[in-house]
Nanobody, 126 residues
């Protein structure tokens, strides 16, 4: 059974930083694309950043370019989302997800991934 455990959310002031972690089990980690998605209240879920763990290739949504980065520790089966210069509009529940396939296709769609973890809430105060 594939399981994804997200952690690291919290309350931060605008301009601050947080690092989210997503630890996977029940899968061959290096075969997968692991991604972070977020859903703000009243909005649709969107892909934020995804990484193909085999070679480190990534996809980044425009709204977080230059502020968020994604990295993978394959030995620990963990993907990290480093979020810097957080803004109130980044407030959302963040989910990690996993699947096989092209990183761009999986990340650009809000529903393409097969496996989802429970979310972790990020709240950015102004």
């Amino acid at each position: 059974e594939v399981q994804l455990q997200a952690s690291g959310g919290g309350l931060v002031q605008a301009g601050g930083s947080l690092r989210l972690s997503c630890t996977a089990s029940g899968l061959i980690f290096s075969d997968y694309v692991i991604g972070w998605f977020r859903q703000a209240p009243g909005k649709e879920r969107e892909g934020v950043l995804c990484i193909r763990t085999r070679d480190g290739s990534t996809y980044t949504t425009d709204s977080v370019k230059g502020r968020f980065t994604i990295s993978s520790d394959n030995a620990q089966k963990t993907v990290y989302l480093q979020m810097n210069n957080l803004q109130p509009e980044d407030t959302a529940t963040y989910y990690c997800a996993a699947d096989y396939g092209r990183v761009e296709r999986l990340c650009a769609s809000s529903n393409a991934m097969d496996y989802w973890g429970k979310g972790t809430l990020v709240t950015v105060s102004s």
